[in-house]
């Protein structure tokens, strides 16, 4: 009897973890990098991030995978902290969805749906489709394990130690709490949580009163996720997680002198236990997240005060100057998008600064900047590249007309000077990491080399700035300049392996961050050339 029961308990349990995981995975990747996209593009003021949240949470079925993006967006500088946490409300009230989907006791089509989702994953030709099908097969799976999980502890409810354990519960709000959060806490998933605490409830093993305490302590858990993802991230980001957590904890406290209310409430919105047990996790994030948005603002200040630190400098990866509006006077808006591309390139000059500064200074810390600067500069390449083919579809002088390929051509040997800022990044890194030496003759020679390069940007600023082709024609000047200093620099590189003053694995980050820096130098003609032949 008590090996069967294990048994059971260890494999109902375990598909059931996998049903959800599975149907979470399969929807994440039929739509989570749409979802990635929405999140980012969509988010304004916090009410507004409320709904994207919690709509993106109700598809992908994770408020952890939606509030991880979230800390990376923050720590990349994509989103405010006020927006972050309007995100994260939302997010908690769209994962009540399993939950709500596990209450409607659909055990019995638990094989046919496994089978639906088996033939659409053999037969469908896109990958979307086929992901559509291991979210079925995970759905199926979820409600099989708990078949099997409720029908193996059913039997339990005749032993009064089983059911006193329960009792303990309703009696003892903290020690419930504490349970559910740190079962929670385990496995990562509120969602698991709850759909165990709903099982338990469908044989009758858990009243009303000790599930939604058990819930409760699940949404104190499920913060886990974030904090560990908040780790190693900049001060917003780390804000943003302890502001989940803080979110979550409050609620709790708030709720906990109203529980018989609650509980009562609770039970007017269903006859069904367990759809009660759905229906006031669902009600207990709603709730709250209404307590909270008023006083967001406020919140967020408060959150500054408690993880305290000075926020690095802000990288804004949103478009300052693409105006829609400019798009009915074309003129104006060719050259609001050489400013934005302006600004880009300003942006590179400061990743390829950081790079080399903390390769010659053996400064890791600096070095995340530089990723975080490589996703605002793809994401504003992406957003002049729009602008300008929309604008492209209006009507045009012959000028204006010429002047946008090469601006879009500009646009994209940018963002590949910010690619070759990320590769410096690696070089960096491995140098420091590995505890590469360098002689004082290299870090002398990568010194005037980045110096040259520097100079070189600030030319291709200028030249695009003020559609100046003097400045432009300095730049093809300096850009044969960097290619003999490159060619000159190899050959000491080689003289000094010869002479056993360097070490090979240095050598080879030598060689490869001068060839970026060149590389870098050749992107900055093509620039200059759009200047020479389109912009001015």
Not at 61 to 89: E, P, R, W
Not at 120 to 140: D, P
Not at 188 to 212: H, W
Not at 297 to 323: F, H, N, Q
């Amino acid at each position: 009897m008590i090996k069967e029961i294990i048994f059971g308990v260890l494999g109902g349990l375990g598909l059931f973890i996998y049903g959800i995981w599975q149907m979470s995975e399969g929807l994440h990747k039929a739509f989570g990098g749409r979802m990635r996209k929405i999140l980012h593009s969509l988010t304004g003021g916090p009410k507004r991030g409320v709904v994207v949240g919690a709509g993106i949470t109700s598809i992908i079925q994770s408020s952890s995978a939606t509030t991880v993006m979230v800390v990376g967006f923050v720590n990349a500088g994509l989103m405010t902290l006020v927006q972050a946490l309007g995100v994260i409300f939302g997010a908690n009230i769209g994962t009540t969805v399993t939950g709500q989907l596990i209450a409607f006791r659909l055990t019995d089509y638990a094989l046919p749906i496994i089978g639906i989702g088996m033939l659409t994953i053999f037969l469908a030709k896109r990958k979307s489709q086929k992901y559509v099908g291991e979210f079925l097969m995970g759905f199926g799976i979820l409600f099989l394990g708990l078949n099997i999980l409720t029908n193996v502890v059913k039997p339990l409810g005749q032993y009064s130690w089983f059911n006193n354990a329960f009792v303990t519960f309703s009696k003892n709000p903290f020690l419930a709490i504490l349970t559910g959060m740190v079962v929670t806490a385990i496995f990562q998933s509120s969602s698991v949580t709850t759909g165990m605490v709903i099982g338990l409830a469908m044989v009758n093993l858990l009243d009303l009163r000790a599930a939604i305490l058990l819930v409760l302590g699940c949404d104190i858990g499920t913060c886990v996720t974030a904090l560990l993802a908040s780790l190693g991230t900049n001060i917003s980001a780390r804000r943003a997680a302890v502001g989940h957590i803080m979110f979550n904890i409050i609620g709790v406290v708030i709720f906990l002198p109203f529980l018989g209310f609650f509980q009562n409430l609770v039970v007017h919105t269903s006859g069904d236990l367990p759809r009660q047990i759905a229906n006031a996790n669902t009600l207990f994030k709603i709730i709250n997240t209404l307590i909270f948005l008023p006083f967001i603002r406020g919140y967020a200040g408060l959150l500054t005060k408690i993880v305290k630190g000075e926020e690095e400098e802000e990288i804004e990866s949103m478009p300052k100057y693409l105006e829609r509006h400019l798009l009915n006077t074309p003129s104006i808006a060719v050259e609001a998008a050489i400013k934005e591309t302006v600004r880009t390139l300003g942006l590179t000059q400061r990743m390829v600064g950081t790079a080399v500064n903390s390769f010659i200074k053996n400064d890791a810390k600096s070095l995340e900047r530089i990723t975080r600067g490589e996703e605002a500069v793809d994401s504003l390449r992406e957003a002049i590249t729009n602008y300008l083919v929309e604008l492209m579809q209006h009507e045009l002088s012959l000028e204006e007309s010429k002047k946008i390929p090469p601006l879009i051509h500009a646009i994209n040997d940018v963002e590949r000077i910010g690619d070759h800022a990320e590769n410096l990044r690696d070089l960096a890194e491995q140098q420091i990491d590995s505890k590469l030496p360098f002689s004082k003759m290299a870090t002398e020679e990568l010194q005037k080399m980045y110096e040259d390069i520097n100079r070189m940007i600030d030319c291709a600023v200028n030249a695009l700035e003020r559609k100046n082709t003097d400045e432009a024609k300095m730049v093809l000047e300096q850009e044969c300049q960097i290619n003999t200093l490159r060619d000159r620099l190899k050959e000491n590189h080689v003289k000094r392996l010869q002479q056993g003053q360097c070490n090979v694995l240095s050598g080879v980050i030598f060689l490869d961050t001068i060839s970026n820096l060149e590389k870098i130098g050749d992107h900055l003609t093509n620039v200059a050339q759009a200047v020479i032949e389109g912009l001015q």
